[in-house]
């Protein structure tokens, strides 16, 4: 059975900081991973996906690394700014294109 | 807006109330998924459809919850008999294919069970 961990659960960190938010999986044998951002009491915001194949995706200040052998992702996030406040949830998709969430990273960055 | 809808946002009832939810996915994504999220956790997978025929349910499906998507369009979500433990929010997410495509997800419906 396939299960995703995140590491810390909780972050805070001053504004301009530079992080890492880390996910692994038990079962390499994954489609994608996906990484997404949700504020209080809202759905989810889809920021990067990786598919099985890829090492890394970028966009703007976020940056995904996957090494599926070893079962782990991380999310880096460069300059971090108080808008970036939020819970980050790791995903992986399984072989029947379901997403299998971790519990989440919740992130504050204080000004 | 082009995004996922779902209805309503916010729905309070009382234990023992029958509920539905609506999901409108994204135009011609052939793929609907519900999921269900509590506090502090990261979504759960119930259901799955490609286009109106339900694929996989979760063991978290019980009896009391059904999910059609007749059309292979908007989806429903029915739980009757409503309980506490029922109390989440509920996500709907939809995707284009059946390849390796991103899942894109509505606002939720919270539901609270008094």
């Known amino acids: 059975k396939q299960e995703v961990t995140q590491i810390p659960a909780a972050l805070s960190v001053p504004e301009g900081e530079n992080l890492v938010l880390n996910c692994s999986f038990t079962d390499s044998a994954i489609y994608n991973l996906q990484w997404f951002r949700q504020d209080p009491g809202k759905g989810l915001t889809s920021l990067l996906l990786i598919q099985s194949s890829q090492r890394e995706q970028t966009s703007g200040r976020l940056n995904a690394s996957l090494d599926k052998s070893s079962g782990r992702s991380t999310l880096y996030i460069a300059a971090s700014q108080p808008g970036d406040s939020a819970t980050y949830l790791c995903a992986v998709m399984d072989s029947s294109y379901k997403l299998i969430f971790g519990s989440g990273t919740r992130l504050l960055v204080r000004p | 807006d082009t995004g996922v809808s779902q209805d309503p946002r916010h729905k309070i009832t009382k234990r023992g109330q029958n509920v539905t939810f609506r999901c409108d996915p994204i135009s011609e994504h052939n793929r609907l998924y519900w999921y269900r999220q509590t506090l502090g956790q990261g979504p759960e997978f119930l259901t799955y459809f490609q286009n109106e025929a339900q694929l996989e349910k979760s063991r978290l499906l019980s009896d009391r919850f059904s999910a059609e998507r007749p059309k292979g369009s908007f989806s429903t979500l029915e739980i009757q008999r409503t309980e506490q433990g029922d109390s989440a929010m509920y996500l709907c997410?939809?995707?284009?294919?059946?390849?390796?495509?991103?899942?894109?997800f509505g606002p939720g419906t919270r539901l609270t069970v008094t």
């Open positions: 997410a939809s995707s284009l294919d059946d390849s390796h495509e991103e899942q894109y």
